[in-house]
T-cell receptor, first 112, second 113 residues
């Protein structure tokens, strides 16, 4: 069985500070990993994805994530956040060739 | 390129009425997904299709919900009769194939009063 755990439901952070949003997954097979962002009143947009190769993945808007197979984690990081990064962030797992499983989301609030 | 297109964007309807939500996936994508998002339950997968065939509808809450995909460029999600607890944002999404990146539409915001 597959599952995705986002450990923090809400993360407040000051503008220009670094942030890490945590994601852990469980799966008995190889997986693809994704982070999506949802701005208020909008759909989900792809931030970045890991399919294979380098475990450090860079995405849009200065975000990056690192796949750690031994810890079954795919944490999202940004060295300096902006007000415009305030949004809901979803981690997702896709066992190879199978459907997506989404986490419950982390609400990031950037404080001026 | 046009993304996933959903209609209507917003709908307010009375309890008991039929609601039909529509989706046009990205051209060339052969997998289509319907999700529902609420504050209480987050993002739930309702049903997904592969090559127009429903693969897994175990997320459909009850018989009042039905989904069809008559061709590769169109899908509907129907609720009949609607109830206030159906109020949510319904997202359609598509991908090139199962397991590949999913692209979401802007959502249909449904309010049942």
């Amino acid at each position: 069985a597959q599952s995705v755990t986002q450990l923090d439901s809400q993360v407040p952070v000051f503008e220009e500070a670094p942030v890490e949003l945590r994601c852990n997954y469980s799966s008995s097979v190889s997986v693809y990993l994704f982070w999506y962002v949802q701005y208020p009143n909008q759909g989900l947009q792809l931030l970045l994805k890991y399919l294979s190769g380098s475990t450090l993945v860079k995405g849009i808007n200065g975000f990056e994530a690192e796949f750690n197979k031994s810890q079954t984690s795919f944490h999202l990081r940004k060295p300096s956040v902006h007000i415009s990064d305030t949004a809901e962030y979803f981690c997702a797992v896709s066992p190879t060739g199978n459907q997506f499983y989404f986490g419950t989301g982390t609400s990031l609030t950037v404080i001026p | 390129d046009a993304g996933v297109i959903q209609s209507p964007r917003h709908e307010v309807t009375e309890m008991g009425q039929e609601v039909t939500l529509r989706c046009k996936p990205i051209s060339g994508h052969n997998s289509l997904f319907w999700y529902r998002q609420t504050m209480m339950r987050g993002l739930e997968l309702l049903i997904y299709f592969n090559n127009n065939v429903p693969i897994d509808d175990s997320g459909m809450p009850e018989d009042r919900f039905s989904a069809k995909m008559p061709n590769a460029s169109f899908s509907t999600l129907k609720i009949q009769p609607s109830e206030p607890r159906d109020s949510a944002v319904y997202f359609c999404a598509s991908s090139l194939f199962i397991g590949n990146t999913i692209y979401f539409g802007e959502g249909s915001w449904l309010t049942v009063v």
